[in-house]
């Protein structure tokens, strides 16, 4: 075997290698409709899949959006209720200052200064025990009913598949410099075991 036999060799293992690395990451996304090669069939994994994977997840995302509690523990974080506890106050005191007057007039006759602070007093507390339960089953409710999965599945299903793809090359580009390496390297091992090979077999 000559120098120049060994070295196509090298050469067509190394550019098989790096072909088949570029094929299996375009047809990741190429061609993004169904081609018809006689009986069958070729669409890019991520066109084919694209509808499944949107609902899929759509379904995890609001599995996860449900199970999470931080909506539920902001809103009953009693930080939260001392921003707003000044204008419930404000509100509780024109409620027995002025409003109780019209609502309960004859009660509002029997109500001094001492009896309207004890009555704010015990309406605060109230209001203090009653936010945090009343928070937390209100953003329970709110996120029961928001469909995350029906959005989520709907925007995944519009995304076209260049879109995908151009997010795939910038995130993802030096892992795909990586795999295309990879293969390259293995066609040249591959080439040097074929020209042992031959050259032990005296060909």
């Known amino acids: 075997m000559t120098v120049y036999q060994a070295l196509i060799i090298l050469l067509t293992c190394a550019f098989s290698g790096w072909l088949i690395a570029s094929i299996?990451?375009?047809?990741?996304?190429?061609?993004?409709?169904?081609v018809g090669i006689g009986s069958f069939k070729i669409q890019g994994i991520v066109p084919a899949f694209q509808q499944q994977f949107a609902k899929e997840a759509g379904k995890y995302a609001q599995e996860e959006f449900l199970r999470y509690r931080g909506l539920e523990d902001k809103l009953a974080d009693p930080?939260?209720?001392a921003v707003i506890r000044p204008e419930v106050e404000k509100h509780v005191d024109h409620f027995l200052q002025v409003k109780i007057k019209t609502v309960f007039p004859i009660l509002a006759q029997f109500?001094?200064?001492?009896?309207?602070n004890q009555f704010k007093t015990a309406l605060l507390e109230e209001i203090?025990?009653?936010?945090?339960?009343?928070?937390?089953?209100?953003?329970?409710?709110?996120?029961?009913g928001i469909q995350l999965d029906q959005v989520v599945e709907e925007k995944l299903n519009h995304w076209h598949p260049g879109q995908f793809e151009a997010l795939l090359l910038n995130k993802a580009s030096k892992h795909i410099r990586l795999y295309k390496l990879l293969c390259t390297s293995v066609g040249i091992l591959t080439?040097?075991?074929?020209?042992l090979t031959l050259i032990i077999s005296g060909i």
Do not use: Q, R
Not at 24 to 34: D, I, N, Y
Not at 191 to 195: E, Y
């Open 128 to 144: 203090d025990n009653l936010f945090p339960v009343l928070m937390s089953d209100m953003a329970s409710h709110i996120k029961a």
């Open 79 to 81: 930080a939260l209720l």
């Open 24 to 34: 299996t990451v375009g047809m990741l996304f190429k061609p993004a409709k169904p």
């Open 111 to 116: 109500m001094g200064e001492k009896t309207i």
């Open 191 to 195: 080439g040097i075991v074929i020209i």
